[in-house]
Protein backbone atom coordinates (compact mmCIF):
# COMPACT_ATOMS: atom_id res chain seq x y z
CA UNK A 1 0.00 0.00 0.00
CA UNK A 2 1.31 3.56 -1.01
CA UNK A 3 2.09 5.71 2.43
CA UNK A 4 1.78 9.88 2.03
CA UNK A 5 3.68 11.69 4.44
CA UNK A 6 5.04 15.66 5.07
CA UNK A 7 3.55 18.55 2.72
CA UNK A 8 0.22 18.72 0.63
CA UNK A 9 0.39 16.11 -1.59
CA UNK A 10 3.14 13.93 0.52
CA UNK A 11 5.94 11.68 0.00
CA UNK A 12 4.54 8.79 -1.76
CA UNK A 13 6.41 5.11 -0.70
CA UNK A 14 5.31 1.98 -1.40
CA UNK A 15 2.63 0.17 -4.06
CA UNK A 16 -0.30 1.16 -5.13
CA UNK A 17 -1.76 -1.08 -8.28
CA UNK A 18 0.71 -1.74 -10.55
CA UNK A 19 2.81 1.02 -9.62
CA UNK A 20 5.75 1.55 -6.90
CA UNK A 21 6.62 4.80 -5.67
CA UNK A 22 10.14 5.97 -3.95
CA UNK A 23 10.93 9.25 -2.36
CA UNK A 24 14.22 9.99 -2.66
CA UNK A 25 16.40 13.47 -1.32
CA UNK A 26 12.89 14.53 -1.14
CA UNK A 27 11.97 13.73 -5.04
CA UNK A 28 8.84 11.22 -5.40
CA UNK A 29 9.55 8.53 -8.40
CA UNK A 30 6.69 6.41 -9.41
CA UNK A 31 7.52 3.34 -11.90
CA UNK A 32 5.59 0.08 -13.33
CA UNK A 33 6.02 -2.95 -11.48
CA UNK A 34 6.38 -5.82 -13.98
CA UNK A 35 2.86 -7.62 -14.15
CA UNK A 36 4.93 -11.15 -13.95
CA UNK A 37 8.26 -12.64 -13.78
CA UNK A 38 9.57 -14.95 -16.10
CA UNK A 39 11.83 -18.02 -15.10
CA UNK A 40 14.93 -18.39 -17.99
CA UNK A 41 13.79 -21.81 -19.61
CA UNK A 42 17.39 -21.98 -21.40
CA UNK A 43 19.11 -25.36 -21.59
CA UNK A 44 21.43 -23.85 -19.17
CA UNK A 45 19.50 -22.22 -16.61
CA UNK A 46 17.32 -25.44 -16.37
CA UNK A 47 20.51 -27.15 -15.40
CA UNK A 48 21.90 -24.92 -13.52
CA UNK A 49 18.78 -24.90 -10.87
CA UNK A 50 19.00 -28.79 -11.34
CA UNK A 51 22.27 -28.63 -10.32
CA UNK A 52 21.39 -26.05 -7.15
CA UNK A 53 19.17 -28.71 -6.02
CA UNK A 54 20.90 -31.49 -6.31
CA UNK A 55 23.82 -29.67 -4.10
CA UNK A 56 21.25 -28.43 -1.60
CA UNK A 57 20.18 -32.19 -1.01
CA UNK A 58 23.40 -33.51 -0.65
CA UNK A 59 24.65 -31.05 2.21
CA UNK A 60 21.25 -31.26 3.77
CA UNK A 61 21.98 -35.29 4.68
CA UNK A 62 25.44 -34.75 5.58
CA UNK A 63 24.24 -31.83 7.75
CA UNK A 64 22.48 -34.84 9.78
CA UNK A 65 25.51 -36.42 11.20
CA UNK A 66 26.76 -34.22 13.87
CA UNK A 67 30.14 -35.59 13.25
CA UNK A 68 30.74 -34.24 9.80
CA UNK A 69 29.24 -31.11 10.76
CA UNK A 70 31.77 -30.52 13.55
CA UNK A 71 34.39 -31.32 11.47
CA UNK A 72 32.93 -28.45 8.62
CA UNK A 73 32.75 -26.22 11.54
CA UNK A 74 36.22 -26.34 11.53
CA UNK A 75 37.01 -24.99 7.99
CA UNK A 76 33.53 -22.59 7.48
CA UNK A 77 34.27 -20.14 5.50
CA UNK A 78 34.27 -16.56 6.79
CA UNK A 79 30.62 -14.86 6.73
CA UNK A 80 29.08 -18.04 5.65
CA UNK A 81 27.24 -20.55 7.61
CA UNK A 82 28.06 -24.38 7.71
CA UNK A 83 25.78 -25.30 4.98
CA UNK A 84 26.46 -22.59 2.92
CA UNK A 85 30.18 -23.59 3.16
CA UNK A 86 29.23 -27.44 2.24
CA UNK A 87 26.78 -26.36 -0.37
CA UNK A 88 30.07 -23.97 -1.86
CA UNK A 89 32.24 -26.78 -1.95
CA UNK A 90 30.11 -29.35 -3.56
CA UNK A 91 28.51 -27.22 -6.11
CA UNK A 92 31.03 -27.33 -8.38
CA UNK A 93 31.41 -31.31 -8.50
CA UNK A 94 27.43 -31.93 -8.68
CA UNK A 95 25.85 -33.07 -12.48
CA UNK A 96 22.59 -31.91 -13.02
CA UNK A 97 20.41 -35.32 -12.35
CA UNK A 98 22.30 -36.38 -9.08
CA UNK A 99 25.63 -36.35 -6.75
CA UNK A 100 28.89 -37.45 -9.00
CA UNK A 101 32.03 -39.40 -7.55
CA UNK A 102 33.59 -36.07 -7.07
CA UNK A 103 31.40 -34.86 -4.34
CA UNK A 104 32.67 -34.65 -0.61
CA UNK A 105 31.40 -35.08 2.65
CA UNK A 106 34.95 -33.92 4.65
CA UNK A 107 37.29 -31.39 3.17
CA UNK A 108 40.67 -32.57 2.53
CA UNK A 109 42.09 -34.78 5.50
CA UNK A 110 44.35 -37.63 5.62
CA UNK A 111 43.93 -40.67 3.38
CA UNK A 112 41.28 -43.52 4.43
CA UNK A 113 42.84 -46.39 4.74
CA UNK A 114 40.45 -48.34 2.59
CA UNK A 115 41.09 -52.14 1.99
CA UNK A 116 37.92 -52.62 0.33
CA UNK A 117 34.21 -51.96 1.04
CA UNK A 118 31.27 -54.07 0.39
CA UNK A 119 27.50 -52.48 0.09
CA UNK A 120 25.18 -55.04 -0.06
CA UNK A 121 21.22 -55.32 0.18
CA UNK A 122 21.32 -55.16 4.07
CA UNK A 123 24.73 -53.33 5.23
CA UNK A 124 28.02 -52.01 4.06
CA UNK A 125 31.07 -54.16 5.26
CA UNK A 126 34.27 -52.02 5.50
CA UNK A 127 37.40 -53.00 5.92
CA UNK A 128 40.45 -50.96 6.70
CA UNK A 129 44.19 -50.82 7.07
CA UNK A 130 45.76 -49.64 10.06
CA UNK A 131 45.43 -46.22 10.84
CA UNK A 132 48.95 -45.41 12.16
CA UNK A 133 50.05 -46.39 8.59
CA UNK A 134 48.58 -43.12 7.41
CA UNK A 135 48.94 -40.89 10.37
CA UNK A 136 50.07 -40.04 13.47
CA UNK A 137 47.58 -39.95 16.70
CA UNK A 138 47.97 -38.57 19.84
CA UNK A 139 46.85 -40.21 23.12
CA UNK A 140 43.65 -37.94 23.58
CA UNK A 141 42.24 -39.90 20.02
CA UNK A 142 40.99 -42.78 21.86
CA UNK A 143 37.40 -43.59 19.79
CA UNK A 144 36.35 -43.38 15.87
CA UNK A 145 33.61 -41.95 14.10
CA UNK A 146 32.38 -43.68 10.99
CA UNK A 147 30.01 -41.68 8.50
CA UNK A 148 28.88 -42.46 5.13
CA UNK A 149 26.31 -41.17 2.05
CA UNK A 150 25.03 -43.62 -0.26
CA UNK A 151 23.22 -42.11 -3.41
CA UNK A 152 21.38 -45.06 -5.03
CA UNK A 153 20.68 -44.34 -8.50
CA UNK A 154 19.45 -45.66 -11.84
CA UNK A 155 16.22 -46.78 -10.48
CA UNK A 156 14.42 -50.22 -11.98
CA UNK A 157 11.28 -48.84 -11.88
CA UNK A 158 11.13 -45.29 -14.13
CA UNK A 159 8.60 -44.09 -12.36
CA UNK A 160 10.69 -44.31 -9.08
CA UNK A 161 13.04 -40.77 -8.20
CA UNK A 162 15.75 -40.59 -10.39
CA UNK A 163 18.54 -40.98 -7.00
CA UNK A 164 17.72 -41.08 -3.40
CA UNK A 165 20.92 -40.27 -0.77
CA UNK A 166 20.94 -42.07 2.81
CA UNK A 167 23.51 -41.59 5.45
CA UNK A 168 24.91 -44.45 7.36
CA UNK A 169 26.91 -43.99 10.38
CA UNK A 170 28.81 -46.20 12.96
CA UNK A 171 30.59 -45.53 16.44
CA UNK A 172 33.51 -46.83 17.70
CA UNK A 173 34.85 -47.03 21.33
CA UNK A 174 38.00 -47.77 22.38
CA UNK A 175 39.64 -48.02 18.95
CA UNK A 176 42.92 -49.50 17.95
CA UNK A 177 44.85 -47.42 15.53
CA UNK A 178 47.23 -49.80 15.28
CA UNK A 179 45.22 -52.74 13.64
CA UNK A 180 43.73 -53.74 10.92
CA UNK A 181 39.88 -53.12 11.44
CA UNK A 182 36.39 -54.65 9.66
CA UNK A 183 33.22 -52.96 10.58
CA UNK A 184 29.40 -53.66 9.67
CA UNK A 185 27.45 -50.38 8.97
CA UNK A 186 23.39 -51.89 9.30
CA UNK A 187 21.03 -50.24 7.13
CA UNK A 188 17.44 -50.02 8.11
CA UNK A 189 14.19 -51.30 7.33
CA UNK A 190 13.57 -47.92 5.06
CA UNK A 191 17.16 -48.09 3.46
CA UNK A 192 16.65 -51.33 2.53
CA UNK A 193 13.76 -50.91 0.69
CA UNK A 194 15.18 -47.90 -1.27
CA UNK A 195 17.83 -49.95 -1.75
CA UNK A 196 16.22 -52.76 -3.58
CA UNK A 197 14.68 -50.26 -5.62
CA UNK A 198 18.35 -48.99 -7.60
CA UNK A 199 20.66 -50.67 -10.01
CA UNK A 200 23.74 -48.32 -9.22
CA UNK A 201 25.47 -46.77 -6.50
CA UNK A 202 27.48 -44.01 -4.85
CA UNK A 203 29.53 -44.80 -1.47
CA UNK A 204 30.91 -41.95 0.14
CA UNK A 205 33.10 -42.42 3.67
CA UNK A 206 34.79 -40.62 6.09
CA UNK A 207 36.40 -41.11 9.57
CA UNK A 208 36.67 -38.87 12.16
CA UNK A 209 38.91 -39.74 15.39
CA UNK A 210 37.52 -38.49 18.78
CA UNK A 211 38.30 -37.83 22.30
CA UNK A 212 37.17 -39.70 25.49
CA UNK A 213 34.93 -36.46 25.86
CA UNK A 214 33.30 -36.58 21.98
CA UNK A 215 35.33 -33.76 20.50
CA UNK A 216 36.28 -34.64 16.82
CA UNK A 217 40.36 -34.11 16.59
CA UNK A 218 41.08 -35.64 13.35
CA UNK A 219 39.52 -36.44 10.29
CA UNK A 220 40.06 -38.39 7.15
CA UNK A 221 39.31 -37.25 3.14
CA UNK A 222 36.43 -38.65 1.69
CA UNK A 223 36.88 -41.95 -0.17
CA UNK A 224 34.46 -42.98 -2.77
CA UNK A 225 33.23 -46.04 -4.81
CA UNK A 226 31.13 -46.95 -7.24
CA UNK A 227 28.76 -49.76 -8.47
Given at each position: ?????????????????????RTIEGKTIISARPSSFSVSQTPES????????????????????????????KVKLSGMSVFNTLFKKNYPFSSAD??????????????????????????????????????????????????????????????????????????????????????????????????????????????????????????????????
Amino acid sequence: MARVSGSVLGNLSGKLGNLSARTIEGKTIISARPSSFSVSQTPESISARSKFAVTGKFAKIIMDLPDLVSIWSKVKLSGMSVFNTLFKKNYPFSSADKPSADNIITPDGFNLPVQSTVLGADDLTVELDAFNTVSVFSADEVNLSINGLVVYHNPTDPEDDPYKIIKLSKAETGFDFTSVYTGIISLDVVQKAIAAKYQNSILYLAVATKSSAGKVVQYSATYTSQS
